[in-house]
């Protein structure tokens, strides 16, 4: 009996249908030309499955739509090796079963695959084989995009090896359906408290992991419900488990520490507790006879408010074996959090430092986690900061098992709003060396245990998709997921290899397209940081709101610890041994060296590490202060620049996607000059160092709506005041209100630029008329994450081609709605050229 | 107070939004490269208008609207002319006003327009000017199209004037919505008994028009509801008047000749009875008040069961003019549609021949109408037949005025399904010279009233747009709407002239596109003529059901008069002089001349006039059944070539259309497969002559579904007889049924196709199977205008690149669903190429 992929697979390749991005890398879009000639010549007719089973039977699906979708042809599905041509699925051992002529015995590292062409009596067979089942998936995938990226099949002899076992996602899904971070939609797992009753999104991430080599998810947030446990969530879980199953993909599931007490009913969750123990083994049980293949659990503690060990004085050993001791008679993992810190650090002692904890924590622990326990650690020592060191931790867990935490969802990315392509600063910190041993001891292969031979290791993506039909609510967002999977597989890959095949597969092909995303995609993680914290200011945005905004104060003064100590003498956390939190002290010595030095701390780290005065002078010979105004204008030009490439590929990419992926570039044009100004303005302003090439504070052409004529609109302090130019917007109380002002310039075309503010509560509208005319009209009805009057909800609205003459009345209707009060910050009007 | 389109341009200039059709040709694509710096160089910022009132009101919203489509500039609407350069809309008069000195004085006529460059003082005006304001309108429309064409603007002096002062549109929707021969969608002007509450669609068709010249459009079925002319109906009439008067397009309605007693109370509807001729001038008196430009009536009278003056042994002249001194004193139009004749025909009598009804009726009565009564003539004899001669009322009709009826919705071409490119056809009838006086009198100087020097005449199109976003069911079919307003306006274009201009204002200018695209609309009604009706056959369609599948006996022993007359000796209508009917005599003699004679009768007319045995041999040496033969297979052939063609286009046309347009033309290269076998079978068994190429008949690869292995299928005769292959299909009366076949052929790479039957009611689901595996799943969901096996019904699967060995047993199951029998007429199986 065939599976349902297969007559999946049939519809998907039979009938065209619109480009929404829910395909993501695995839209098998027809090749064409000579080399779709040439694949046609040479496929095969067959494909054998030697093992009628997930997910060797996925995998044969996937084959059979893929092609179908790439060579126009179904290939037929068969158990046995047939007397032609047949591409053959099966693991070494069923291999040497069914055809022990062939040798195939030479063995694989698990989940590694073998792809190998084998001549027998004239046929020709593509042998994609594995020493487990889920090998061959990751062999069968392996050729599609092989075909898909135009690369030669009809002679091949290429094993490929992940490079460590746990290649992870995280999902960080309330049960109610919400998701803490995610900027994708809602949750494709849970609805009202239980398991979604339709999975099919489930069952095809599911797919898009397997594609990566992904073969763990845990499925809840990590902020953990502890009903999550209650016995009648088994079946939720359960069901889930079955929709992922056949993709190999293992689910897990983020436990609340004090669920002994809180669900269980005892007096203690004290993990040295024997009935503590007891309540953790027979949960565990209850949850494997049901899930029997269950990959582990999740668990933070003692941090942001977690129950955890600290209150019976206990360690974080203590907590992680307790839970490890019942996972391992299955085989589980226990993902231990290494993202402890205190949050009521006092911002006044100079000494504390929030960098210093996982350190501080965890290191005068090593060796007594259990074996099948793991430090889930987070990338940087802060919390996915736009630039961070790589945490000093991974260097200093010689006797326990670690792995990466890399956040997928662009938390502090912009969110679904900012394209920014992770990879690259991945490979920042996984090729950093931090000199653990005498050899290199790269972060990656650290966290993959392979430095100090640890039994497992590896990486855990927080990736937070959701039911938007593309996943992430942004189309280029894909590229990090699909970088995720890829550099848990080989983090030898480098930033441009990956790009290229995500832009390949996704987009498809033009070398146009190719081109112009590519560079878009590999310059936007430098783009983002320019504009949003360069220097190792880290994001200078809302820490203690949305995350996303700017605001620079709101690191400050406050027990949080994202401090940058930017004062009016200068800027940065002094982390120096010497001086300082000793938080380099942490670092192996070749790394705290270099770094201790602001003669050889690198410039892109300084400010992480030093305070230094806005004079001190970088090794481009810029002082910092020039180079935060720079940075921040050549970010804000940078983005304009994609929307303008991005335009020149209209009628290379698909309507929907070139259309969204317009707009959100157009938009993220528009913020970068919003934090663009805040934060030159804010620097400006404590520093009183004027911008050498007098930009900040000098913007030509730019209206101020405080200063217009008003009808109606009334002028508010916005706070913080960078947030807003001139620190002052104005808002709308009536039906109706305008701001308006007379042309004095010169006759000719311009361009007008609206700064309104655009808040989540309501939908305001907006119109805007010349001398009398309606020349636009438009809405605030983007879901900006506030409903205030700041640096995130403040939006752009540009309108080309306007002739104005002397004397012309400008005006700006607003009407507000639903508590959003139609509030504009200003007008620019900017001459174009012909 | 600007009115609300130039908002309305705003906001379409300044979203990107998909491509649905809706815009048709008026979409103002954003011209770029070298053409677009050239427009931008030398567009002036200013569009004066000299009468702040529509229609010019709407003229220059259109143009700010279109240019800031092209070019991406919001002009200025000024009231004046300013002293620097720019656009002016205004009427001869108001230009003798406001600039004597440019001497603008020239007449022009009414609605004739003249674009005008005027330098004065160094600045440019660009000059748009009519008599009157609707004129300035169409010249507005014009110079849009002129750069939206690529054509300069920047030095003009072109006039414009119509052929005919009538080019209107009538539409046959009813009050409850639905449209009698509508085919995309309901109704945009009634819903539920009166006009809809939301009438935006309105408003935009008449755009639609208004760019095309059309000048007036008739709101109701000519199969009138006589409730339309109650009291209640008048401000829902007057509301849709008001929609349309921006756009200068005047409102006619359809009435029932029997009001006077149905609505009026009256015992009699006799045109000489004084109360009935008080009771039309009261009721005209009436509708003037409300809508006092409403441009009068459209009468079906004595014609296909509609009440007429035949009850009261008065002429068709006494009925119209009842109606017309109604009208008069409004200044309105009295439409008498000529299309009166007996449907109940003894088809016994040879001498009977509806063709002959037109002329029979209305030549007699010539002279007797009144000067505001119009007879609407099809323009053929029967009934908008894929081939007809051009009606010889045309000619009869001297001392009376007239207008052509031409259908816009394809009632007898294949409706929403089939891509057909009417203009063609109408072409060949405008421009056919009947020798009606002694120097050239084509159709269209006829219908224009230009030979007899009648005060009016014109066009009349049949268009029927309805609520589907592309307001036809098939993008390429706006073409026929366009076609017709340009031929309406100047019937001198040719066809390759006006699909070269709709093509590239609808599809954007790329020259692979226009190509394509003009020659499958140039090449299409030559293409359905061949595989529905060659020769003068006159389709051969359902004519007694939907007028849509094939049934060629339909024509044949009722009233209605279409007879072919074949029988197993010969085919074709004697409508000759000598021997036949006589119709032929109608005829002005230069025309009757040719036509009565075999040796000089055109090819294409032979079966329309004269009855022939199938071994008679035409001009080009083929005997007549072999032309019938051959032609189908061409028709057929040269639909698979459109789909075909249309495929290289992708990636050059957006998304939705490009999917759209080549779904319509797959489906329509598999119906017309279904005519061509219904068509040649028939002959070939009536004739019992075979086809000399050997393809009528013998199908290699095809398996009739009855004689493969049914498991629950039951074998049933279909009727008629041709409308399946064999004659026969199997139907399913359980849940499930199955069909299946071994397969015997050599191994390879195989097409199969499976005709199946997609009824109306019910949605059938399919499945395919090859040896075991599913390869294929589809549904009957297509909405055919039929809810039985028949011709219109069968529907084809295509399915590529399927592995067959031998031995493969291939299985159709089919699920029936709400009535609609999952029914199978057969299976090809072929072989493909690399």
């Given at each position: 009996?065939?599976?349902?992929?297969?007559l999946?697979a049939?519809?998907?390749?039979?009938?065209?249908?619109?480009?929404?991005?829910?395909?993501?890398?695995?839209?098998?879009?027809?090749?064409?030309?000579?080399?779709?000639?040439?694949?046609?010549?040479?496929?095969?007719?067959?494909v054998?499955?030697?093992?009628?089973?997930?997910?060797?039977?996925?995998?044969?699906?996937e084959?059979?739509?893929?092609?179908?979708?790439?060579?126009?042809?179904?290939?037929?599905?068969?158990?046995?090796?047939?007397?032609?041509?047949?591409?053959?699925?099966?693991?070494?051992?069923?291999?040497?079963?069914?055809?022990?002529?062939?040798?195939?015995?030479?063995?694989?590292?698990?989940?590694?695959?073998?792809?190998?062409?084998?001549?027998?009596?004239?046929?020709?067979?593509?042998?994609?084989?594995?020493?487990?089942?889920?090998?061959?998936?990751?062999?069968?995938?392996?050729?599609?995009?092989?075909?898909?990226l135009?690369?030669?099949?009809?002679?091949?002899?290429?094993?490929?090896?992940?490079?460590?076992?746990?290649?992870?996602?995280?999902?960080?899904?309330?049960?109610?359906?919400?998701?803490?971070?995610?900027?994708?939609?809602?949750?494709?797992?849970?609805?009202?408290?239980?398991?979604?009753?339709?999975?099919?999104?489930?069952?095809?991430?599911?797919?898009?992991?397997?594609?990566?080599?992904?073969?763990?998810?845990?499925?809840?947030?990590?902020?953990?419900?502890?009903?999550?446990?209650?016995?009648?969530?088994?079946?939720?879980?359960?069901?889930?488990?079955?929709?992922?199953?056949?993709?190999?993909v293992?689910?897990?599931?983020?436990?609340?520490?004090?669920?002994?007490?809180?669900?269980?009913?005892?007096?203690?969750?004290?993990?040295?507790?024997?009935?503590?123990?007891?309540?953790?083994?027979?949960?565990?049980?209850?949850?494997?006879?049901?899930?029997?293949?269950?990959?582990?659990?999740?668990?933070?503690?003692?941090?942001?408010?977690?129950?955890?060990?600290?209150?019976?004085?206990?360690?974080?050993?203590?907590?992680?074996n307790?839970?490890?001791?019942?996972?391992?008679?299955?085989?589980?993992?226990?993902?231990?959090?290494?993202?402890?810190?205190?949050?009521?650090?006092d911002?006044?002692?100079?000494?504390?430092?929030?960098?210093?904890?996982?350190?501080?924590?965890?290191?005068?622990?090593?060796?007594?986690?259990?074996?099948?326990?793991?430090?889930?650690?987070?990338?940087?020592?802060i919390?996915?900061?736009?630039?961070?060191?790589?945490?000093?931790?991974?260097?200093?867990?010689?006797?326990?098992?670690?792995?990466?935490?890399?956040?997928?969802?662009?938390?502090?990315?912009?969110?679904?709003?900012?394209?920014?392509?992770?990879?690259?600063?991945?490979?920042a910190?996984?090729?950093?060396?931090?000199?653990?041993?005498?050899?290199?001891?790269p972060?990656?292969?650290l966290?993959?245990?392979?430095?100090?031979?640890?039994?497992?290791?590896?990486?855990?993506?927080?990736?937070?998709?959701?039911?938007?039909?593309?996943?992430?609510?942004?189309?280029?967002?894909?590229?990090?997921?699909?970088?995720?999977?890829?550099?848990?597989?080989?983090?030898?890959?480098?930033?441009?290899?990956?790009?290229?095949?995500?832009?390949?597969?996704?987009?498809?092909?033009?070398?146009?397209?190719?081109?112009?995303?590519?560079?878009?995609?590999?310059?936007?993680?430098?783009?983002?940081?320019?504009?949003?914290?360069?220097?190792?200011?880290?994001?200078?945005?809302?820490?203690?709101?949305?995350?996303?905004?700017?605001?620079?104060?709101?690191?400050?003064?406050?027990?949080?610890?994202?401090?940058h100590?930017?004062?009016?003498?200068?800027?940065?956390m002094?982390?120096?041994?010497?001086?300082?939190?000793?938080?380099?002290?942490?670092?192996?010595?070749?790394?705290?060296?270099?770094?201790?030095?602001?003669?050889?701390?690198?410039?892109?780290?300084?400010l992480?590490?030093?305070?230094?005065?806005?004079?001190?002078?970088?090794?481009?010979?810029?002082?910092?202060?020039?180079?935060?105004?720079?940075?921040?204008?050549?970010?804000?030009?940078?983005?304009?620049?994609?929307?303008?490439?991005?335009?020149?590929?209209?009628?290379?990419?698909?309507?929907?996607?070139?259309?969204?992926?317009?707009?959100?570039?157009?938009?993220?044009?528009?913020?970068?000059?919003?934090?663009?100004?805040?934060?030159?303005?804010?620097?400006?302003?404590?520093?009183?160092?004027?911008?050498?090439?007098?930009?900040v504070?000098?913007?030509?052409?730019?209206?101020?709506?405080?200063?217009?004529?008003?009808?109606?609109?009334?002028?508010?302090?916005?706070?913080?005041?960078?947030?807003?130019?001139?620190?002052?917007?104005?808002?709308?109380?009536?039906?109706?209100?305008?701001?308006?002002?007379?042309?004095?310039?010169?006759?000719?075309?311009?361009?007008?630029?609206?700064?309104?503010?655009?808040?989540?509560?309501?939908?305001?509208?907006?119109?805007?008329?010349?001398?009398?005319?309606?020349?636009?009209?438009?809405?605030?009805?983007?879901?900006?994450?506030?409903?205030?009057?700041?640096?995130?909800?403040?939006?752009?609205?540009?309108?080309?081609?306007?002739?104005?003459?002397?004397?012309?009345?400008?005006?700006?209707?607003?009407?507000?709605?639903?508590?959003?009060?139609?509030?504009?910050?200003?007008?620019?009007?900017?001459?174009?050229?012909?």
């Open positions: 009996m065939l599976s349902k992929l297969i999946a049939a519809l998907a390749g039979a009938c065209l249908h619109a480009e929404t991005g829910y395909d993501a890398w695995l839209r098998y879009q027809s090749i064409e030309g000579a080399l779709r000639v040439h694949v046609r010549a040479t496929l095969p007719a067959v054998t499955m030697l093992n009628d089973a997930d997910p060797e039977a996925a995998a044969r699906g084959l059979i739509r893929g092609l179908r979708g790439l060579t126009g042809r179904t290939l037929r599905a068969e158990g046995r090796i047939p007397r032609e041509s047949a591409i053959v699925l099966g693991t070494l051992d069923e291999l040497g079963r069914a055809a022990p002529q062939w040798n195939l015995g030479a063995p694989l590292p698990e989940d590694g695959y073998w792809l190998k062409t084998v001549i027998d009596h004239g046929a020709r067979y593509t042998v994609v084989t594995a020493s487990n089942p889920r090998g061959v998936m990751y062999g069968a995938f392996a050729m599609l995009r092989k075909i898909a135009g690369e030669p099949v009809d002679s091949l002899d290429e094993r490929s090896t992940p490079y460590a076992p746990i290649r992870w996602v995280n999902q960080w899904d309330n049960l109610d359906g919400s998701i803490e971070r995610g900027y994708g939609g809602r949750s494709i797992f849970w609805e009202n408290g239980h398991a979604r009753a339709d999975l099919t999104r489930v069952a095809d991430y599911g797919r898009l992991l397997a594609s990566l080599g992904v073969n763990g998810c845990s499925i809840n947030n990590v902020n953990a419900n502890p009903r999550l446990l209650a016995a009648e969530m088994i079946p939720d879980i359960a069901r889930i488990a079955a929709a992922l199953r056949p993709w190999g293992r689910v897990a599931v983020a436990v609340d520490f004090a669920s002994p007490k809180i669900l269980g009913g005892l007096d203690t969750f004290d993990p040295l507790d024997a009935g503590v123990a007891a309540w953790w083994k027979q949960k565990a049980d209850e949850l494997y006879r049901a899930i029997p293949d269950l990959a582990g659990f999740v668990l933070k503690a003692d941090s942001e408010g977690r129950a955890g060990p600290s209150i019976y004085h206990r360690t974080h050993a203590d907590a992680a307790v839970v490890a001791r019942a996972l391992a008679p299955h085989g589980g993992l226990l993902f231990y959090r290494g993202f402890v810190y205190d949050h009521h650090m911002w006044r002692n100079p000494k504390n430092d929030r960098a210093r904890a996982a350190y501080d924590n965890f290191h005068g622990l090593d060796g007594q986690f259990d074996s099948n326990a793991v430090i889930q650690i987070k990338n940087g020592p919390d996915f900061q736009v630039r961070e060191p790589a945490s000093p931790l991974f260097a200093a867990l010689e006797k326990t098992n670690q792995v990466i935490e890399l956040q997928i969802t662009q938390e502090y990315f912009g969110q679904a709003h900012h394209t920014v392509f992770l990879p690259r600063m991945w490979k910190t996984l090729d950093f060396d931090l000199h653990a041993g005498g050899a290199s001891t972060v990656k292969a966290a993959a245990g392979k430095t100090f031979h640890r039994p497992t290791g590896g990486f855990a993506g927080v990736a937070n998709v959701g039911l938007d039909e593309n996943w992430f609510g942004n189309h280029l967002s894909q590229a990090n997921l699909y970088g995720f999977g890829r550099l848990a597989w080989d983090p030898d890959l480098t930033s441009r290899q990956i790009v290229e095949e995500w832009t390949r597969l996704t987009f498809g092909g033009d070398p146009k397209v190719d081109g112009t995303v590519a560079a878009i995609q590999l310059g936007s993680w430098r783009t983002y940081e320019n504009y949003t914290g360069p220097l190792g200011l880290q994001g200078l945005t809302d820490i203690t709101g949305n995350h996303y905004g700017v605001n620079v104060e709101a690191s400050e003064r406050n027990g949080w610890g994202q401090w100590r930017a004062d009016e003498k200068g800027v940065g002094d982390r120096t041994v010497a001086t300082g939190t000793g938080y380099i002290g942490q670092y192996p010595p070749t790394v705290a060296r270099a770094w201790e030095s602001l003669a050889t701390c690198p410039d892109d780290l300084l992480f590490l030093h305070h230094v005065p806005y004079t001190y002078v970088l090794h481009d010979g810029k002082t910092v202060i020039q180079y935060l105004y720079d940075s921040h204008y050549e970010g804000a030009e940078a983005v304009a620049g994609y929307a303008h490439q991005w335009k020149t590929l209209a009628g290379l990419v698909d309507e929907r996607r070139y259309r969204e992926v317009l707009a959100q570039l157009e938009y993220q044009a528009g913020q970068a000059v919003v934090w663009r100004d805040a934060v030159t303005e804010w620097f400006r302003r404590t520093s009183g160092i004027a911008d050498a090439r007098g930009r504070g000098s913007y030509p052409g730019r209206f101020e709506a405080e200063a217009m004529h008003l009808d109606g609109y009334q002028v508010r302090d916005v706070v913080p005041a960078e947030d807003a130019s001139g620190g002052k917007a104005v808002v709308c109380a009536a039906a109706e209100c305008s701001a308006w002002l007379q042309f004095a310039g010169a006759a000719g075309w311009y361009t007008l630029r609206v700064q309104y503010f655009d808040q989540r509560n309501g939908i305001s509208r907006y119109r805007l008329r010349v001398a009398g005319q309606w020349i636009d009209e438009w809405q605030a009805d983007l879901l900006l994450p506030t409903v205030t009057l700041d640096s995130s909800s403040s939006t752009r609205r540009v309108i080309h081609g306007v002739a104005l003459r002397p004397g012309d009345e400008i005006r700006i209707e607003g009407r507000p709605d639903g508590g959003e009060p139609a509030a504009l910050d200003y007008l620019e009007i900017v001459p174009e050229n012909q």
